[in-house]
């Protein structure tokens, strides 16, 4: 085998390699990852069952796989699509987003928010698309501005009761609904806007921000864990960090 | 560079391996299919110079 066969072969794998990596992210955080696991599983014993000559096995698989991928795209058309249209927008661009900016507005909404004892519920979206979540809310699709912010979360107003939804350099929607965290292990004392916040943060890699009514604690929700009592700097800092992790040490 | 890697991980690792899998069934299944078209190339010139019938009776 020469260098260039081998090339070949490793561009050939890098390739297929992103494509199963951003369907696989694409897919996280959503209902399509149980399919995808069906699929991958049906995919794997298909090429088993090939291999060690079960025709009338592999045969039976091979047509519940060509059914499984139209019901996949019959069922997830609407994924599809917006994942389809994401392509060229979304990822090349989030190298010029200006995540300093939005982090500081954030920050220094929340302080307020804080120090007023207002509730406030801040997805920020990461890899797994939020989409589900955004749909269940008010669409807004503006600049993240801290006057925005206090405004959506004041008391007696329409959109005050549900989370805001943070995609990229937008903020996308407000009074969204987040699922709540099904952990029994939580605290009993944790009112609904935190379980939100953990039950959002389990089943995404979303960043969720809570401010408390209660005591005007600020907490920050990920991988469904809480962190709580955080004050501006240290809220900012770990929003930088879990924002851009390539960021930490300041790399 | 370390946080690049460890960042979604299991993921990477996932569709490595699923990469690899289907390149290695789709070069199997293309020399498979070289193999297949290849014998039928030569099945076909045999029956083209070969006629049985024709042999039997002149």
Known sequence: ?251 | MNNWLLNNFWIKVTSLILAVITWFYVNEELIREKEMAKQLYKSSFMTQTYNPIHDKNP
């Open chain 1, 1 to 251: 085998m020469n260098y260039l066969s081998l090339a070949k072969i490793i561009i050939e794998i890098s390739l297929l390699w992103v494509v199963y990596y951003g369907i696989l992210l694409f897919a996280r955080g959503t209902r399509g990852v149980y399919v995808l696991r069906g699929i991958i599983v049906i995919a794997l014993v298909f090429i088993i069952t090939r291999q060690l000559g079960l025709e009338r096995i592999n045969w039976l698989l091979t047509k519940i796989f060509a059914l499984s991928i139209l019901a996949v795209l019959i069922i997830f058309q609407q994924e599809i699509r917006r994942g389809l249209a994401n392509i060229g927008q979304r990822r090349w661009i989030r190298f010029f987003l200006k995540e300093s900016e939005i982090i500081k507005e954030i920050t220094s909404a929340c302080s307020l928010l804080s120090k007023r004892k207002i509730g406030a519920l801040i997805a920020i979206e990461r890899e797994a698309r939020l989409e589900n979540y955004i749909e269940s809310g008010i669409e807004i699709d503006t600049k993240v501005n801290a006057e925005l912010l206090m405004t959506i979360f004041m008391p007696n107003t329409p959109l005050h009761d549900g989370g805001i939804v943070v995609s990229g350099e937008r903020l996308a929607a407000a009074g969204c609904l987040f699922p709540l965290t099904q952990n029994p292990k939580v605290s009993p004392t944790l009112g609904t806007r935190h379980r939100a916040a953990l039950g959002l943060s389990e089943e995404t890699d979303a960043i969720v921000v809570v401010v408390s009514e209660e005591t005007g604690g600020v907490s920050v929700a990920i991988g469904g864990r809480l962190t709580h009592d955080l004050d501006k700097e240290s809220l900012e800092r770990t929003l930088s960090d879990l924002y851009r992790p390539d960021k930490k040490n300041g790399k």
